[in-house]
């Protein structure tokens, strides 16, 4: 039996440990230390108030293929040598395959002046949140604010040339 293991929990951790499921003979782990999953794309909708927040949320568990070892915890460590991950709780965790898909962690501090210009609400995202990378229904609320507020004013719709998720989404 071969042993994969799967880092994030995300749309693409899951949907590739569903995959992966279907073809037999797999032991699939999944390491994800969240209790909800968030289906990210449609955050672009709810920003435009078409869609709401509360519904891109679902429990891991839900969303959690059967016969997936979820392991609840995060990794700390890669030791590729020896085909293991350590997690910060010191668990070591073998595998044979090893999937890294972690999701995106949005840092604006990296781009000089735009925390300032978020924290004003001149300039907004689809995915930041007040202290992870995760959107919230007031920060999206706020966005679809900002846009219908300022009606007579240019807007920036931004794409990197870049892979990104979502790479279409608004920034």
């Known amino acids: 039996m071969t042993h994969i293991l799967i880092i994030g929990g995300g749309t693409g951790g899951i949907m590739t440990a569903a995959q992966l499921l279907k073809k037999g003979n797999v032991k699939v782990m999944l390491l994800e230390p969240a209790e909800f999953h968030y289906y990210q794309p449609a955050w672009t909708l709810v920003g435009s ?5 509360e519904k891109t949320k679902r429990t891991m568990a839900s969303v959690m293929p059967d016969g ?5 915890e995060f990794a700390d ?3 590729p040598a020896n085909n293991s991950v ?7 965790i073998n595998y044979d395959y090893l999937v890294v898909s972690p999701g ?3 840092d604006p501090s ?6 300032e210009a978020m924290d004003k609400g ?9 202290s992870t990378h995760l959107g919230s229904p007031k920060k999206l609320q706020r966005r679809h604010g900002f846009i219908h507020t300022t009606r007579n004013t240019n807007k920036m719709w931004w794409r990197s040339s870049k892979n990104h998720v979502f790479g279409g989404g608004t920034l």
């Open 49 to 53: 108030n078409t869609y709401n927040f």
């Open 68 to 72: 997936v070892n979820w392991i609840k």
């Open 77 to 79: 460590k890669f030791d």
């Open 86 to 92: 350590i997690t910060t709780a010191g668990t070591e």
């Open 104 to 106: 995106i962690k949005i």
């Open 110 to 115: 990296l781009v000089e002046g735009l925390s």
């Open 122 to 130: 001149v300039v907004c995202s689809n995915y930041t949140g007040s």
